[in-house]
């Protein structure tokens, strides 16, 4: 029924009161624009609960409460207001209050905090070795294993007694060439295998080939 169709049936009628009461009712029932510029038709008696609920353009805020300015005092941040139809992309992606998953201990922090967690408080963020010479980053977690078992630059002591710490790359090259402990054979061909150190009180005194000093 058209709202002409119910002039013309009412439009000699004394009962104003009824003929308007009909109109009314009808106008409640038209489909109308959003007034919200959301693009849907509704009903003009479920405006307002749309506005309020269903509409995609309506103002709502943010569900994890994150704020406009967390710069401000506490009881002056005001919790940040988004259309609902960029709800969940807010949530995903732009959100500092939204949980992302650490990639190295698999903790799930809050955006706003997660770089600090993972340069100063994650358990298995990249330190760097603390043995000189070593320039590998390792997880703080494995980093004690590492330099104390695995590192080529760890320090270990002499395997033939000198006293010295030397880093394991260089035991090799130490014990062959630097060690005061290693064996050496006599310079002066006597056939005499004895440590480094000694040699030079081998040469001037118990070498049979040493040169005897005339007076």
């Known amino acids: 029924i058209s709202i002409r169709l119910l002039m013309w049936s009412y439009i000699s009628s004394t009962n104003v009161a009824l003929f308007l009461k ?3 009712i009808h106008v409640m029932f038209l489909f109308v ?10 009903r003009f008696l479920d405006m307002e609960g749309h506005k309020a609920n269903v ?15 967390e710069s401000v005092p506490p009881l002056q941040r005001v919790v940040t207001k988004i259309t609902a139809k960029m709800l969940e992309i807010h949530k995903k992606f732009e959100c500092p209050e939204r949980p992302l998953q650490c990639f190295q201990c698999k903790e799930y922090i809050k955006s706003k905090l997660i770089e600090d967690h993972k340069r100063t408080l994650c358990p298995m963020r990249e330190v760097p070795c603390g043995n000189i010479g070593c320039a590998k980053l390792i997880s703080l977690g494995k980093r004690e294993d590492h330099e104390r078992k695995t590192c080529k630059f760890r320090m270990l002591s002499c395997p033939q007694g000198c006293g010295k710490d030397v880093p394991w790359i260089k035991h090799g090259w130490h014990t062959k060439n630097a060690c005061s402990w290693r064996q050496v054979e006599c310079p002066l061909k006597c056939g005499t295998t004895i440590r480094h150190w000694q040699l030079d009180a081998h040469m001037n005194g118990d070498c049979p080939r040493r040169v005897h000093q005339t007076q």
């Open 33 to 42: 624009l959003c007034e919200m510029k959301g693009g849907q038709k509704v």
């Open 22 to 24: 009909q109109l009314e």
């Open 55 to 69: 509409c995609e353009e309506r103002t709502i805020s943010c569900p994890l409460k994150c704020v406009v300015d």
